[in-house]
């Protein structure tokens, strides 16, 4: 039995300003903390005690040069059901003829 190929999925992924990263971080409705851990990204202690993530932070910053890469925003628009075009789905969910 062969399996059936598809073609690759091809998404538009352009790297998000700070602003719209902070726009799909609030509507999300997420803390830069909990979206960086979402992300993969380093968490660390404050230095006023509450956790942080100075690499969120930097990302959302205007002044700051570092973007977020376009492949990565787009992880983030589909972890949170923010895509505009696709969604996550489970394949044990899908039932495929």
């Known amino acids: ?4 190929t598809t073609a690759p999925l091809v ?5 998000p300003s700070a602003s719209e990263l902070k726009a799909a971080r609030i509507a999300a409705g997420l803390s830069q903390v909990q979206a ?16 942080q993530s100075r690499t969120w932070q930097a990302l959302e910053s205007e002044t700051d040069e ?3 890469q ?5 992880m983030f628009l589909l972890l949170t059901g923010q895509h505009p075009t696709h969604a ?3 394949k044990a969910l899908i ?3």
Do not use: N
Request: a neutral charge; zero cysteines; aromatic letters at 6%.
């Open 1 to 4: 039995m062969t399996q059936a």
């Open 11 to 15: 998404l538009h992924m352009p790297a």
């Open 36 to 51: 960086a851990e979402l992300m993969g990204y380093p968490v660390q202690q404050g230095s006023r005690g509450g956790l």
């Open 66 to 68: 570092r973007t977020m």
């Open 70 to 74: 376009g492949p990565v925003f787009a």
């Open 88 to 90: 996550l789905a489970d």
């Open 95 to 97: 039932s495929v003829s």
